[in-house]
């Protein structure tokens, strides 16, 4: 692996740290891989929920994606918080001019506490011009039923929502189980031929910020290292199993997940049988 592995995180800025690009780069220095950033939009979030949510005007997202990228490309993007169609629009096109460079898309299209983090314009812009692009989508429940415009609930209905999903363009899915019921927690990856589920046991956990941001960012930064996508997903899903074991409740009261570079660490030790 190679410490000078990049990322490219175009999302938003989370006032608490503990979600959006905050979380996002926090993963990505985990793995050792550089953090370049696109902020699309800001959230004043606190304890008591999001506040209010405003977009970067589009000019600006344009010009940070063209600086972020002027000298060289980044092995791989994550997408995430977009805002509305204009700020979609522009990142689709910067993200068509990087060529094989892999697009893991955390589709952040539901409400967040009554507040919209990408409006109705840009839900059907996302739809048509970023799902293509995707060489990983990664919805949760509530996202994926919005995409495919029916309820995922049910294991059928999660695997013929992967399936649609890559109907839509997307090249493969991670559709995340945190949302269901059940024993298991249980994560479904399609990669256009086949299954595989990543399964654990649910356990008692208090409600965490971020645990999306930081998977989504974690198979960034393992695609930027050159993992092939099986293996990044495999390994980005470990290391959040092992940080949520043991969460942070910050002064503000918000839980997170354990220290990342605890858990990479602790995980590459026991790959390298040390």
């Known amino acids: 692996m190679s410490g000078s592995a990049t990322a490219l995180v175009i999302a938003g800025s989370d006032s608490s740290g503990c979600a959006g ?5 926090r993963a990505l220095d985990a793995l050792g891989v550089h ?3 696109v902020v699309t939009l800001v959230t004043a979030r606190g304890r008591k929920g999001v506040k209010k949510v405003d ?3 589009s000019e600006l997202v344009r010009a940070q994606l063209a600086a972020a990228t002027d000298t060289t490309l980044p092995g791989a993007v994550k997408v995430g918080a977009l805002g509305n169609a204009a700020v979609v629009e522009i990142v689709a096109d910067a993200l068509r001019g990087m060529g094989a460079v892999p697009v893991v898309l955390d589709p952040v299209i539901t409400p967040m506490q009554g507040r919209t983090l990408l409006d ?13 692009l995707a060489g990983l989508l990664v919805p949760n429940r509530e996202e994926a039923g919005k995409l495919v415009g029916k309820p995922v609930s049910t294991a059928r209905q999660v695997k ?29 990856l399609y990669d256009g ?8 046991a649910r356990r008692p956990l208090p409600p965490m910020l971020g645990l999306g941001c930081a998977l989504s960012a974690l198979i960034t930064g393992e695609l930027a290292l050159g993992a092939p996508l099986l293996e990044a997903v495999a390994r980005a899903h470990a290391v ?9 409740v910050l002064a503000n009261g918000i839980a997170v997940p354990g220290d990342l570079r605890v858990a990479v660490s602790a995980l590459r030790s026991e790959a390298s049988g040390d």
């Not at 059907?124 to 293509?132: C, H, M, S, Y």
């Not at 031929?193 to 654990?200: A, G, I, K, P, Q």
Request: charged letters at 20%.
């Open 35 to 37: 953090g370049l950033s």
């Open 120 to 132: 109705d314009s840009g839900f059907a812009a996302l739809v048509r011009e970023l799902l293509p």
């Open 21 to 25: 690009l905050q979380a996002d780069l």
């Open 193 to 200: 031929s086949d299954f595989v589920e990543l399964r654990v």
């Open 160 to 188: 013929a929502a992967c399936q649609a999903l890559v109907g839509m363009g997307a090249r493969a899915v991670l559709l995340k189980g945190g949302h269901f019921d059940g024993s298991d927690c249980i994560d479904v």
């Open 55 to 57: 977009p970067l005007r």
């Open 240 to 248: 959040v199993q092992r940080a949520v074991t043991c969460p942070r």
